[in-house]
């Protein structure tokens, strides 16, 4: 022990520099994280569910969804530095708890700024404890409904596309929020768990508006979804599907990446592929981890 605090003291300087470089380093990954420019849209590797992150060329962040159990919390650092314990604003699409459980313990760590939901709320116990976070912070709560727009900041937008109505009488997928992010001339498009019914409702009400650089592809690839005349309106270049290797379901199926190839999109999925990081400048969307290649399969 003696002969370790001689060592110890010898080097001393040697190991305080090991120490001052290693905290230049942390420093300067997190400065060039928030120095970023352009806007970043994530799937995160939440298992079976939806866990979307965006950030705006302003900072702003908003989460789509929060993903079953603890899962978001554990992947929210491959986005925000880890100091960073502040989110703008949550959207929850529909209350089956792969959209938001995560959310709870997000709650519980991060400050929220505004909720916004369909206004369909799930009578399950995981919900009302979702409920009782947000009422016990006093986070103001927005219905989600035709028209709006969430302003994010340097020509950042998100816009609501559905519910048009009162949907609390709805089934949950059905009462799906349905919305779009745009930036310059890229553009995301956020389907929830939409059905087919939806999509076609969305397509008589104002199909021309719903062409998409991005999809995320409704209901983590279910055959209940995507299908080929929405597809090929919205002609998405990117289909991004978050869905958990070997899910029970059988998602994404066959038919919907079929579809999906049918139209030509490169389709990235988080259970093969992990987190998916995209960022926008404005004109095109690029994928942080460049090795990564579009697949073609499931999940399975």
């Known amino acids: 022990m003696k002969l370790f605090f001689l060592n110890l003291k010898k080097h001393f300087r040697w190991y305080l520099l090991l120490l001052l470089i290693v905290f ?3 420093l300067w990954s997190a400065v060039a994280a928030e120095n970023q420019t352009g806007l970043t849209f994530a799937a995160l590797n939440i298992g079976q569910g939806d866990g979307l992150f965006i950030e705006s060329p302003s900072g702003v962040k908003v ?6 159990n603890d899962n978001l ?9 880890w100091y960073d314990k502040h989110i703008d604003a949550i959207i929850i699409t529909n209350s089956d708890s792969d959209h938001y459980s ?6 519980q760590n991060y400050k929220v ?3 916004i939901e369909s206004g369909y709320r799930s009578a399950t116990p995981d919900y009302a404890l979702l409920e009782k976070e947000i009422a016990d912070k006093k986070i103001p709560e927005i219905l989600a409904r035709r028209g709006e727009i969430v302003d994010l900041g ?13 949907v609390s009488g709805l ?8 919305s779009r992010l745009t930036y310059g001339d890229t553009s995301v498009l956020l389907t929830g768990d939409s059905p087919i019914k939806i999509e076609d409702y969305l397509l008589a009400l104002d199909g021309a508006n719903l062409q998409s650089t991005v999809l995320k592809v409704g209901h983590h690839g279910s055959k209940t979804s995507s299908s080929d005349e929405f597809v090929k309106t919205v002609a998405p270049q990117i289909a991004v599907i978050s869905a958990e290797k070997g899910n029970s379901y059988g998602f994404p199926a066959t038919t919907t990446l079929a579809t999906l190839q049918k139209y030509n999109a490169a389709i990235y999925d988080t259970c ?3 987190n998916i990081i995209l960022h926008s400048d404005g004109k095109t969307f690029s994928l942080q981890n460049k090795n990564i290649v579009p697949v073609v399969a499931g999940c399975k």
């Open 24 to 26: 230049a380093i942390v």
């Open 63 to 68: 989460l789509v969804d929060g993903g079953p």
């Open 73 to 81: 919390i554990r992947e929210l650092p491959a986005v925000m530095p």
């Open 102 to 107: 995560g959310f709870i313990s997000l709650l």
């Open 113 to 115: 700024d505004v909720v």
């Open 154 to 166: 340097d020509g950042a937008e998100i816009k609501i596309l559905f519910p048009d109505r009162d």
């Open 171 to 178: 089934a949950s997928n059905d009462a799906s929020v349905v």
């Open 272 to 274: 093969v592929m992990g």
